[in-house]
């Protein structure tokens, strides 16, 4: 699942991308509401956890914004002891959640599994695609009745490809997904990944199509 984290406090930022990364999620890190706005109209996000108080728009400002243009992915709203009126006025407009600061990890972690859960309810847990079947819900991969063993970063790039199937994944979104938007890594560092997993599924009926110098393409195979 890709998850969009919206904090300036960039220490807690870092540290909840880590968490989230460490359990095979993609998480982008945005740190400005004005950024943060712009890049969910134009990459949108599969769960967004949105702080409150932000330089530039505010996260309320962030939600109306999602909200009055039709999008409706899962958001847990982080805010402080005191914003009790805030916290009300974000559930009135869309917000599926809140956490109150300081939080535990392993809390954040509960909420982002149960409106992951709400949300499969709507989109469907399981696509399949040539022999091959991956459940969202339990991030598992399977064919044939047979479970397998996929790495993380190789999960992340087979997530995106099928987020995006049909169409051609540019390299540096695809290493965006799996390693967070400014992370400090080439595009490059995506292609070792992309070619173990390539040969994962080449007796499954899934091929991944290479696009010089556009990206990437999931493709059922004849």
Do not use: W
Not at 76 to 94: P, Y
Not at 197 to 213: D, E, F, M, S
């Amino acid at each position: 699942m890709r998850i969009v984290i919206v904090e300036d406090n960039e220490t807690l930022a870092n540290a909840i991308a880590y968490r989230l990364r460490d359990r095979g999620h993609a998480a982008d890190v945005l740190t400005d509401g004005d950024a943060a706005d712009l890049y969910l109209e134009q990459e949108g996000a599969d769960l967004i956890v949105l702080d409150i108080n932000l330089p530039g728009r505010s996260g309320l400002e962030i939600l109306r914004s999602l909200r009055h243009r039709g999008d409706s992915a899962p958001v847990i709203l982080l805010t402080a002891r005191t914003e009790t009126s805030d916290r009300v006025s974000g559930l009135d407009m869309g917000a599926d959640d809140y956490l109150v600061k300081p939080f535990e990890m392993d809390e954040l972690e509960a909420r982002i599994r149960a409106l992951s859960r709400r949300k499969q309810l709507d989109y469907g847990a399981r696509e399949t695609i040539g022999d091959l079947e991956f459940d969202r819900t339990a991030r598992q991969v399977s064919a044939k009745g047979q479970v397998l063993d996929v790495p993380r970063r190789e999960m992340a790039v087979l997530e995106c490809l099928l987020e995006r199937r049909g169409r051609i994944v540019p390299k540096s979104q695809l290493t965006d997904y799996v390693y967070g938007v400014g992370a400090d890594v080439d595009d490059s560092a995506v292609e070792p990944h992309v070619s173990r997993l390539r040969k994962r599924l080449q007796n499954l009926g899934v091929g991944i199509k290479t696009a010089r110098g556009l990206g990437y393409l999931l493709e059922v195979q004849k």
